[in-house]
């Protein structure tokens, strides 16, 4: 095991470390959300950007990204052509063989071939909720209007992207070579979908997906988006079965101390926005270096790895991370 990879399995198990780690992500290609079953060229940007990536900056650990992968193809074209809940009854899971799991698979074993023993590596997958939020325009109101309309037709359709979602994430670690996957959430955005509703409709196919994963043997991390201000309920995930949490620190004002001790002690990643309004982005070496320090006062050194809300600006300047990671030493 090299001295990264120890040092963050080390961190994500509460253990004692020479140093903070640190982890920083953003999207490789122009558009993430589009195919690359439409813009074939995405496949190669993603690669490249993420060997460049590690080449260039040496990072404590790695998030593969999903670009051009986000939703099965299939699947997403059904949510589109769903006008009333009762639609959704036509999705259909995928086999394991269907070649968007096969060619994220690929991609994915290209990567830890390249870089994945010496630092750890965690795969971005979509909770099935998120999916069919990216999937189609308006999605937070429309997937809010479907729940009303018949929630037993919603927790079907996300009951089959799940085992899609599944499947694939069983396959990224028992073949990719990945770690584990980096499962992202988000709360939906519509003030008629609570706690209970969401726990009753939406959190099933989230906990088969991390079960999944748990099961491949994968060490697994689930974030909690903040991505453009959106805003959630925290308390919704804290027993979620994932081994460390990624929340948005910075739009929720929930300290990475608080979110600990939200999350029974688990390790916790961020502490800094992830904007181009951010410190991050915006701030001198002096300015990030000051925040650094205050972020571990604040919180201790253990089970703490420094990261951002969510993805970073794709133009950031790598400096800025290592300045992050000085300080943490």
Known sequence: MSNKRELVFDAFNNKKTERVPVGFWFHYTQNELLSAYDKPEMREQNLSGHKYFVETFKPDFVKL????????????????????????????????????????????????????????TFYNIFAPATAFKWAIQGADKKLASFIKEDKFAVIYALGVIAQNTARLANAVISEGKADGIYL???????????????????????????????????????????????????????????????F???????????????????????????????????????????????????????????????????????ERFEWVREAAK
């Open 65 to 120: 990204m999903s670009d051009g992968y986000f939703f099965e193809p299939s699947t997403a074209a059904a949510l589109n052509k769903a006008s009333k809940a009762s639609d959704l009854y036509s999705l259909k899971p995928i086999k394991s063989d269907d070649k968007w799991i096969r060619d994220q698979v690929s991609l994915v074993k290209e990567l830890t071939d390249t870089f994945g023993k010496e630092v750890a």
């Open 184 to 246: 992202s959430t988000q709360s939906i955005q519509d003030i008629s979908i609570g706690p209970d509703l969401y726990d009753e409709v939406i959190s099933p196919s989230e906990l088969a997906v991390l079960t999944a994963a748990n099961a491949a043997g994968g060490t697994n991390i689930l974030h909690i988006c903040g991505y453009e201000g959106a805003r959630n309920n925290l308390s919704i995930f804290k027993n979620y079965p994932a081994k460390v949490i990624n």
């Open 248 to 318: 948005a620190s910075v739009v929720e004002e929930v300290s990475l101390a608080e979110g600990k001790k939200l999350f029974g002690g688990k390790a916790v990643i961020g502490g800094f926005a992830n904007t181009k309004k951010g410190l991050l982005y915006t701030g001198t070496k002096e300015e990030i270096q000051k925040e650094t320090k205050r972020i571990l006062a604040e919180s201790g050194k253990t089970g703490i790895i420094l990261g951002a809300d969510c993805t970073v600006p794709k133009d950031i300047d790598f």
